[in-house]
Nanobody, 125 residues
Framework: QVQLVESGGGLVQAGSSLRLSCVAS????????MGWFRQAPGKEREFVGG????????YYKDSMKGRFTISRENAQKTVFLQIDSLKPEDTAVYYC??????????????????WGQGTQVTVSS
């Protein structure tokens, strides 16, 4: 299993942007399809988006399209989540997750075997 560590969260004002990072160590990162999830207080964890092992395919939950952008740098063993025009309802703990895969799209948390500890994003109005 790859080990994952997220960073980049914080307290920000509505309308601003954040870029979250997730750094991997251990197994070969370039073999992993990566996903981002978030969990708001009192709510279930929800899928934000995912990216294929080579970065050529990105996919998002429909409600996340437009303000969320996922990218990766395999040489740095890092996946990023750019969030623009932040809203108070984006307040949540954001998690990255990974699974070994060279094809397919994975939308469920049960699809992923490796998880980071999460990074808190709080958006003030």
């Amino acid at each position: 299993q790859v080990q994952l560590v997220e960073s980049g969260g914080g307290l920000v004002q509505a309308g601003s942007s954040l870029r979250l990072s997730c750094v991997a160590s251990g197994r070969t990162f370039s073999s992993y399809n990566m996903g981002w999830f978030r969990q708001a207080p009192g709510k279930e964890r929800e899928f934000v988006g995912g990216i294929s092992w080579n970065g050529r395919d990105t996919y998002y939950k429909d409600s996340m399209k437009g303000r969320f952008t996922i990218s990766r740098e395999n040489a740095q063993k890092t996946v990023f989540l750019q969030i623009d025009s932040l809203k108070p309802e984006d307040t949540a703990v954001y998690y990255c997750a990974g699974r070994i895969a060279y094809s397919g799209r994975y939308y469920s948390s049960s699809d992923y075997g490796s998880w980071g500890q999460g990074t808190q994003v709080t958006v003030s109005s």
